[in-house]
């Protein structure tokens, strides 16, 4: 991952090394054995790891755990604040009371791969105090701001573990089920701008309707049609800003049968109807 660094770490012995930066964003595949919290300050951008994709838009904090591999796409109109943070010397960071199995989760990757908080979910607001105090400190250094960074960064993975954004897994239980939501986000992503349902996910994998809504939420926090309609409405978004295609053509194109239902679902997500955003992001 590329990043414009603001300020170098702050001490090479603390237990939290913290780097501060803007994201140079491009369309590579990244891996990278720090914790990334970030924050997107303009735009909207689309993150897309080896299982899934998520869209992002302005105001959305996101964390990606280490060792995840993932990319950005955006429209080039993205910018996004970026916290990284150097678990190696995890012996450190116990003795600060700080149980080892979560450490351990965390700097193994054995945990949440991706999470998304959103203006309005619970202590948003907290979380988003918290992240811009760390970036202050980080380019001010006060005295002390050691010891205040080191408090705020406790209290953001407090706000990530206790609302449930994040989670440590059993490793032997959690493979198989990510290995059965790959099955399902594979076939959805190659299949959906066709005629989906939860049924036919069901039959495809040979899963219980059940099951495959369940991994949706617990996996990835979003619903199956949530998640269905992000990649419908990603592609006509790219369709609107790259080619002269007619709006009603785009919504076949995009998995959408009828133009009422797209243009709602359009209007929910990007808050704009599709003309408007074709008109806005020519300009």
């Known amino acids: 991952m590329s990043f414009e660094i603001l300020r170098s770490p702050s001490t090479s012995s603390a237990?939290?090394?913290?780097?501060?930066?803007?994201?140079?964003?491009?369309?590579?595949?990244?891996?990278?054995s720090?914790?990334?919290?970030?924050?997107?300050?303009?735009?909207?951008?689309?993150i897309e790891t080896a299982t899934s994709a998520y869209g992002l838009h302005k105001g959305d904090i996101y964390f990606i755990s280490p060792n995840q591999k993932y990319r950005v796409n955006s429209n080039e109109n993205a910018k996004v604040d970026a916290l990284m943070l150097n678990l190696s010397n995890p012996g450190a960071v116990t003795q600060e009371f700080i149980p080892q199995s979560m450490i351990r989760g965390i700097a193994t990757g054995n945990c949440t791969n991706f999470a998304k908080i959103s203006s309005g979910d619970p202590k948003y607001d907290e979380l988003f105090s918290d992240f811009l105090c760390v970036v202050?400190?980080?380019?001010?250094?006060p005295d002390f701001f050691q010891l205040l960074i080191h408090?705020?960064?406790?209290n953001m993975f407090y706000i990530l573990f206790s609302v449930g954004y994040v989670k440590i897994f059993d490793v032997e239980v959690q493979g198989k089920k990510?290995?059965?939501?790959?099955?399902?986000?594979?076939?959805?992503?190659?299949?959906?701008?066709e005629p989906i349902t939860l049924d036919l996910i069901a039959n495809e994998t040979g899963l219980s309707r059940y099951y495959v809504s369940h991994l949706f939420k617990e996996l990835m926090n979003t619903t199956f049609i949530g998640y269905l309609n992000e990649l419908r409405l990603s592609r006509a978004a790219m369709l609107l800003t790259t080619t002269d295609i007619p709006v009603i053509e785009i919504t076949g194109m995009s998995g959408f049968n009828n133009i009422s239902?797209?243009?709602?679902?359009?209007?929910?997500y990007y808050d704009t109807t599709p003309s408007k955003y074709r008109r806005n992001e020519r300009q």
Do not use: P, Q
């Not at 408090?151 to 406790?154: D, E, F, N, P, T």
């Open 15 to 32: 237990a939290f090394r913290i780097v501060c930066g803007e994201m140079i964003i491009d369309d590579s595949w990244n891996v990278h």
């Open 34 to 46: 720090e914790v990334l919290i970030a924050y997107v300050r303009e735009g909207s951008l689309a």
């Open 136 to 141: 202050r400190a980080e380019n001010e250094k």
């Open 151 to 154: 408090g705020k960064m406790y």
């Open 178 to 193: 990510y290995r059965a939501l790959r099955r399902i986000t594979e076939y959805v992503n190659e299949n959906f701008c």
């Open 261 to 268: 239902n797209f243009n709602r679902a359009f209007k929910m």
